[in-house]
């Protein structure tokens, strides 16, 4: 399967855990974005990585929300002392190129449950 | 106002229907619009992807963007039960790398 890998599927925290969402891009896609869907709601973006790098991460909440990408393995959205509010989809996109070839593929997306 | 406004619906058409599907937008810097379908419990898959005002037609698919009216849409020819779904519109500035999606709208398609 060549395609976007996110595990696990679905996530089940108590507050205050921690949550960590794991994405595989496609092969050979060095650009990985993160987006949260919540219930009823359309996508939001939040962050933008490359290989070791963040490149925008303006729709991430200041605290408690983290990313990477590390040069070997797969990127990583990190919640910290999770909330009930962060019960949403996760869905990791990834990209091969930028500008006017920029399109991005999704996977199969994290449930997150927060109880 | 959202950047980009979507009806909701669900819109129900019977099957071999023609759907049209629409979203309006406010930034004028967007340039590329796209269209993604989800299934439920699913991710999004990408169905069109076009750059500026135009057409675009994929089999059963066509995509129009009209710029000046800051208004997109997706047809869908001879419909199918397996086209019900959630589709999402999504737009990107021209030197930007997030997408703007729209709320998404259901459709169901009844044999």
């Known amino acids: 399967n060549a395609g976007v890998m996110q595990n696990p599927r679905h996530l089940v925290r108590r507050r205050g855990q921690e949550a960590r969402l794991r994405c595989s891009p496609m092969k050979g896609h060095s650009h990985v974005y993160w987006y949260r869907q919540l219930p009823e709601e359309g996508l939001k973006f939040m962050v933008y990585l490359q290989k070791e790098n963040i490149i925008d991460e303006s729709g991430m909440p200041k605290e408690r929300f983290s990313a990477e990408f590390p040069k070997e393995g797969p990127s990583i959205l990190r919640i910290q002392q999770v909330v009930r509010g962060d019960s949403a989809a996760y869905f990791c996109a990834s990209s091969l190129l930028q500008g006017r070839e920029n399109i991005q593929y999704f996977g199969a997306g994290t449930r997150l449950s927060v109880l | 106002q959202k950047e980009v406004e979507q009806d909701p619906g669900p819109l129900s058409v019977p099957e071999g229907a023609i759907v049209s599907l629409n979203c309006t937008y406010s930034n004028s810097a967007f340039q590329y619009f796209m269209w993604y379908r989800q299934y439920s419990r699913k991710g999004p898959e990408l169905l069109m992807y076009?750059?500026?005002?135009g057409n675009k037609e994929d089999g059963r698919f066509t995509a129009q963007v009209d710029k000046s009216s800051k208004y997109i849409s997706l047809f869908i020819r001879d419909s199918q039960p397996s086209d019900s779904a959630t589709y999402l519109c999504a737009m990107r500035r021209d030197a930007g790398n997030m997408l703007t999606f729209g709320g998404g709208t259901r459709l169901m398609v009844k044999p």
């Open positions: 076009t750059y500026s005002s």
